[in-house]
Structures are given as C-alpha cells and as structure tokens.
C-alpha cells in the first residue's frame, strides 16, 4: 500500500515541474539556510564547554559603582589565589591571565606575537592537550615557554619542538632566550585563551617570568588589570562564593575599592553568550528567529502553491471517493506527497551544505563546522523536519481537498478550492510580512553600521595606518622611538607620524581620578588616561576646542593638562571657554594642575559606549608606548607601505611591521554587528525569493483559471494594462495589509536593538515605506511579466479552454 502511495506521489510530483519545483527550491533553501545557522549557533553555543570540569569554571567579573572605574574582565590581582588558599573547601583552582604583545624571534623570523603570562594552572586547571611537553610541569620553569601548534609550524616548520628556543623582546628592549616546554594541540574555541581583549594568545609564559617585561605585581591588591578564573570544588555553587568574596575585599582592598566593586563569578559556560551586553546571544537569536521566520514562509509557501494548483486534481480526487477511497486514505496520499517533496528537499540542502558553508563563513566572520561534527544531530534534525514540515505543509491541503464532495469533484467543479481565495491571500499576506520585517531589520542594521564607519567619529581615519613597535618603556627609549617617528615623518610618502600607547580600538583601559581645584576629592571623576606624543591629534585631525595640545617643550611639565569636552562637562564646566585655564587635582596630591587645553570629543571606543573624560599625558611624562600611527600622503597608498616597510627594515631591525588601516581597526571592533548585518543580507535575500515564488504560482494559477476570462475581455477591447490591473490588485491590499501589520513589528524590534547603542541612528519613516513600495514593486513587475504572455495570447485560443 506505501509503495502505491510512494508511486502515485513521485507521478504526481513529476507531472506538475513548474510547481514542484518552486516548492523544492523555496523548502530547500529554507532549510539550507536553518542548518548553516543551526551549526554557527551550536559553534558560538559550544565555547567553553570542552574546556576539563567547564561546569565548575567561573570568570570573576568585576562590577564597579562608577563603570569609569575598572572594566568587567579584569579584576583584584591576588583575589582568585587568596580564594583557593582561604577557601579550599570551596576553590579548587585558580588561573590569572596577564596579555600583552612583544616581538618574538628565531632565525631571521621576527614576529609580533599575542602572549598570555599566567600561573602554572594553564594546562591542568582548563584540560589543553599537549602534543609534546608534559602539562604538570610545562608552565613551571622561570624562562619557558608554551606554545601553539601554529607557532611551531610558523618558525620551525614542525610540531615536535620541544627543547628548542626562541627570543622574546623585553619593553627596554632587551632579548632573552625562552625554552619551549610544551606544543599545544589545536585548542577549543574558548574564553581564557582567545577571546579576551578580542586577541587569540599563541605563547604562554609562567608567571614567575612576569618581571622580565615587567608586568603589574599581580599580589597587589591595589591592581586591578588581570583577569581570573577559579574552578569550584564539586557541589559549590557562585552564591557560595558571594561571602567569601566580600570578606576578601574587605579585608585586603584600599577603601577606595572597597566602596566601589562587587566582584561575581559568572558561569564560563555562559560567559561568551552573555559578554558585551548580551551580544553573542542577541545576534544568535536574531539569527535563529529568522531562519524560523524563513521555514515558516517556506511553508506557507508550500501550503499556497499546493492549494493554488490543486484545480488539476479535483476529478482525480471524486473518483477515487466513488470507487470507494476513504477519506483518511486520500489524506495519507496528500501527505505522502508532501514528505516526499521535503525529503527531497532535505536532500537537496545537505549537497548545497558544503557548498555554501564557505560563503556563509566568511559572511558570520568565522568557521562554520561540517555536518559531521554534530555526531548525527544534523541528520536527527533533517528528518525531523522532513516529518514536521511535510505533516505541517501537506495536512492542511489534504483536509481542504478531501473534503470536496464526490459529485461535484467528478463533474471537476473547483469553486470549492476557489473559495479558499480568502485562505491564500492571508498565507500570502502573513509572507509578506514576515519579508517586510526581514527588509526593514536589514534597512536599519546596515545604517547603524554605515554611521559606526561612514559617521562623524570625531576624528580622520581616512589614509591612517597603525603598527605596533618594540617598546622600551624607558626615557632613552621614548627619546629613540621619537628619532624613529621624526625619520618616519620625513618621508615623501609619509604626512605625519605619532608615538602612542592608544589607538582608537576601544582598548584603552587606563583610568584615574581628577577633580576641580575649587572643590573637594569626593566629587572626583575617572578619566580615561591616553598616553600620546605631540603630533596625536594632528594624525588623527582631532580638532581643538580651546587652548592647545600638548607640546614636546611642556611634556614634562606635570601642571599642565589637555581634557576632552566629556571631562569639562563632567567636572562642570559647561563650555571649552569656561574651562580653559582652570585648575584640577588628583587625590592625594596637593599641586593643582592647570588645563591648557581641550580638545573636541571624538570616539576612541565603539560607538556602544558613551564617549568618557579623557584626560592627555605625555609619552615623555608616562614613558608608556605601543603604537605608531601613521597618516600616509593622498594618492599611492601602497608606495606608502612600501616606503614605510623599508625605512622599518632599516630603524627597527629585529621586528616585523605588521600593519592595520583604521577601517580594518573598526571592522575588528564591530565584529558582531558585521556578522548580524551579512546574516540578515542573507535572510532578506531568500525571504524575497521565497515570497516571489509564492507570487508566481498564485498568480500562474489564478491566469490558469482566469484564461477564458482573460479573452473575453480582450475581445470586448479591454488593454494588456487593464488586463495586468486586475491581478495587481488583487495583491495591492494584501501588501497594504500586510505593510500595517509588520511595520509596528519591525518598530518595536528595532527599537529595541538600537537602544542596545549609546550613539544610533533615528528610526525613521523611510525605512518601513521603503521596504513596502519595494516589494510591492518587485511583486508588480512579477505579476505584469506574468500576465504579458496571457495577454499576448489569441483570444480564440484562450475562449476554447474549458
């Protein structure tokens, strides 16, 4: 009896191509389309989670009163070692991380390198396998090394590296050779090594080193710049941790601190989904919600061109209820049909899988794993949406079709399917909105992101290029970097050069406290503290609002300051004018500085943050420095690069220039709205599809059944124009409808989203009017293509259909 079924429903299937196949491609490339978010999600879901004991891992994130303060990802230096010492019975490890870059040599290869100086734990508290090396003792030697797999590969062209040794520089400049100790295999996407400050770590180096950079005392409790983990014992909950932590604070910190932090362990099982205000998890459920609007147009899709092209079959269907044929019986080959249909279409999606993971890669920003890596929860999901999507898609027609009556059935009377007309606008309706809202999200995400890169960012990135130098954090090291920079900006192709320790990549966390000269510390700002030379705001052409900016012949002058207008409005001034001249103080010091300068705001971090108070010292003051930043002369950019990698080559030998243009700076710092904007690019692109599929079959099929009409009227002189206005119309309410219902919607979502930025783009009436006259338009241009061949057909030909 299947195989019957299974033989009249590939018959039917293949004896109706045109409407087969719309239904196959709008299924196959909705389900296409739900497996590559499906495994992008389980990739951004599965970080941290094959991490060893990953349930008992905890991130202590730090939450301070005045969020200028301190950031969440770091926190109290000894804080993590005093719990598993005070506290065993409820901390069984600890790890503290400390990233910093330095350039590593071996041979004539010379590379800067992310490094990660942290305690001994690495290896054994987290589970990271090593290829070579023994994980209990690779991270305890004073001057060893572990490295990545990639970095072996990168300067000794194999794995099996062990006892071998490389050159790390030192901030003075100095080289001292590291003993590799372990090679690491291919890591797990996680959360200590490669998500942190949005670097990816490929050297580890004990803490006992750390005074060879030097690095912060991380026993300090005044130090606030590392960040922890702490693995609990088993049965320990973080609401345990809660007490302990307080007590430590208080005991330990400065008052200051004391007053201000909270420190909570959060889940490293959640923290990647929850970071950045919930950022990861918004894009994947937007992700997610999409693909699922998309399956269910698909459907609906289905329903419509099952129902639309259902005429052809009304005779077969009364003849088979007079020989006999039970109702549930012509239900069952309905629903045959349909599974069938989807299976192929499931089919279909798993050969295309391959073939879009690439393009779909590159699109999220990252690698989107095979099928196979789901260990079968691909294939369990596949036909699980072969059964649900072929029950949902072809229940509903077989109910409406069966249940014509016999006698008209045989006659091959079709009202009965006609007055499901109603029915299938509402289906096409409810597409059209599901599209309307797809288009309208993909209207206003790329305009935030336009005003992100194409807004007034308050400084000039256009022709700007950064690259970190080897440091030597020292006053004969600024001295020769400043040589450096002046040999840098004597260069032709070259228009100016400045020495930094920030770049605007929203990673600048040095902070401190000022406040006015003529009130008390208590009403003390943070500032965010921004270590620059002189040349700073003519590379980046941040304009001056009063005074001037530092100068080389003041730099060491400690009772001068240069602010930012943030800071005059925060400390209560209300214009640069008002400003300019008057005093300030940091706790603890009597001197009062005098501000000489303000300068205009302009976004140093993402656009997702207020602009904060900034306050400007000098790298001759502070003799702190990580970047060059240059701003290349207009025209032959890459003469530029060339000209600079050369005079490099020759003033900084024993280091790579690795470069960065400032549009590439930003695309890193808006990663995940890129990945939310290339996705919902996609959505729209195959909502629309999937729509104009529904569009064509309804209106193939209502020509079909209008045919005679359609020569009656040309007969009695009626125009192709007014002929095309009939069907237009037809859709002309349901996408007016439609329009009403889903701009409401999109508002309410979208409003939402935006409020997620400090700085955003109005929600204005263009958007939601556009998306609506654009996909009327691409419906009405369907439907007058369609309607043309009806119309070009003899009259006679079209008054002999019966």
Same mark, same amino acid.
């Given at each position: ?233 088993? #049965? ?38 929850? *970071? ?64 069938? /249909? ?20 590159? /699109? ?6 095979? /099928? ?40 091959? *009377? ?62 004969? #090291? ?7 920079? &002046? ?30 000269? &003529? ?18 705001? &003519? ?20 009772? *001068? ?9 925060? %400390? ?90 400032? &549009? ?27 729509? %104009? ?14 045919? *005679? ?30 329009? %009403? ?46 309607? %043309? ?14």
């Amino acid at each position: 009896m299947l195989k019957n079924y299974l033989i009249v429903a590939w018959r039917n299937i293949i004896r109706r191509p045109f409407y087969s196949a719309l239904n196959l491609a709008g299924i196959a490339m909705a389900i296409l389309f739900l497996l590559l978010v499906t495994a992008f999600s389980a990739s951004e879901w599965n970080v941290n989670r094959q991490l060893r004991h990953a349930d008992r891992l905890y991130y202590l994130i730090s939450e301070w009163k005045n969020t200028d303060e301190g950031i969440p990802i770091t926190t109290l230096g000894p804080l993590a070692r005093r719990l598993k010492e005070e506290y065993p019975n409820l901390v069984a490890n600890y790890y503290r991380g400390d990233y910093t870059t330095s350039v590593v040599s071996h041979g004539d290869h010379h590379f800067r390198e992310h490094i990660d100086v942290g305690d001994s734990t690495l290896l054994t508290m987290f589970g990271f396998r090593l290829l070579a090396g023994d994980a209990n003792t690779a991270m305890k030697m004073p001057f060893s090394v572990v490295i990545k797999q990639e970095i072996a590969q990168k300067y000794f062209g194999r794995t099996n590296v062990v006892g071998e040794r490389l050159q790390i520089q030192n901030f003075s400049g100095g080289l001292h050779e590291f003993v590799i100790t372990g090679v690491l295999a291919d890591l797990p996407e996680n959360s200590v090594t490669d998500l942190n400050f949005e670097n990816h770590h490929t050297l580890f180096i004990p803490a006992n080193t750390a005074a060879y950079f030097p690095r912060p005392n991380r026993e300090d409790w005044t130090t606030i710049t590392f960040p922890s983990f702490v693995q609990l014992q088993k #049965g320990v909950t973080a609401a345990d941790l809660a007490r302990p932590i307080k007590q430590l604070i208080q005991k330990y910190a400065p008052a200051d601190v004391r007053q201000d932090l909270t420190v909570r362990p959060e889940a490293l099982l959640d923290y990647h989904l929850q *970071k950045d205000n919930r950022l990861v998890a918004r894009t994947l459920y937007a992700l997610c919600f999409i693909s699922l609007f998309v399956l269910l147009m698909a459907t609906v899709n289905f329903i419509n061109i099952t129902i639309s092209s259902s005429a052809g079959r009304v005779k077969e269907i009364g003849i088979r209820k007079v020989m006999g044929g039970l109702r549930w019986e012509i239900i069952l080959q309905f629903w045959v049909e349909s599974v069938l /249909l989807v299976l192929f279409a499931a089919i279909l999606a798993l050969f295309l899988y391959p073939v879009a993971q690439p393009g779909f890669a590159s /699109l999220v920003g990252k690698p989107i794993p095979d /099928l196979s890596e789901g260990s079968g929860y691909a294939l369990l999901l596949v036909a699980a949406l072969v059964i649900i999507l072929g029950a949902a898609a072809g229940l509903f027609p077989a109910m409406a079709l069966s249940a014509i009556r016999a006698a008209e059935s045989v006659k091959g *009377k079709i009202q009965m399917v006609g007055g499901y007309a109603r029915l299938r606008k509402a289906l096409a309706g409810f597409q059209f909105g599901l599209a309307e809202i797809v288009i309208i999200a993909a209207i206003i995400v790329t305009r935030q992101i336009g005003y992100f890169f194409g807004g007034d960012l308050g400084y000039s990135k256009q022709y700007v290029v950064t690259a970190q130098v080897p440091r030597d954090w020292s006053a004969e #090291g600024v001295r020769r970097m400043e040589s450096v920079r &002046d040999q840098f900006a004597a260069l032709p192709e070259v228009k100016k050069v400045s020495l930094s320790y920030e770049i605007p990549d929203g990673m600048n966390q040095g902070r401190g406290p000022v406040y006015r000269a &003529d009130r008390d510390s208590t009403t003390a700002i943070n500032v965010q503290v921004m270590i620059t030379d002189e040349k700073y705001m &003519d590379v980046y052409s941040v304009p001056m609002k009063a005074g001037s900016f530092l100068t080389a012949a003041t730099a060491l002058d400690l009772r *001068k300051v240069v602010v930012n207008e943030a800071a005059i409005r925060a %400390l209560g001034w209300s214009t640069p004018g008002e400003a300019l001249g008057r005093g300030v103080r940091f706790p603890g010091e009597d001197s009062v500085c005098t501000i000489v300068g303000i300068t205009a705001d302009f976004h140093f971090n993402s656009m997702k943050e207020k602009i904060p108070p900034i306050l400007y010292a000098h790298v001759r003051q502070a003799p702190n420095y990580r970047y060059l930043s240059f701003r290349l002369a207009p025209g032959n950019t890459a003469a530029g690069i060339r000209a600079i990698e050369k005079k490099w080559a020759a003033t900084l030998p024993g280091s790579s220039f690795e470069y960065r243009f400032m &549009d590439e700076t930003l695309q890193n710092l808006y990663k995940s709205e890129l990945q939310l904007q290339r996705s919902v690019y996609v959505a729209a692109f195959i909502s629309l599809i999937i729509v %104009l599929m529904g569009v064509t079959a309804f209106v193939a099929m209502s020509i079909h059944k209008r045919t *005679k009409e359609i020569g009656i009227r040309k007969v009695l002189g009626a125009s192709a124009g007014a002929i095309s206005g009939l069907f237009i119309r037809d859709f002309a309410w349901v996408l007016l409808i439609s329009g %009403l219902v889903a701009c409401p919607i999109a508002w309410i979502v979208m409003r939402q989203w935006l409020d997620s930025y400090a700085y955003r783009v109005p929600l204005t009436a263009w958007a939601f009017v556009f998306s609506v006259l654009a996909l009327g338009g691409v419906t009405v241009l369907l439907i007058v293509l369609q309607t %043309l061949k009806a119309t070009l057909q003899n009259p006679t030909d079209s008054l002999k259909m019966e």
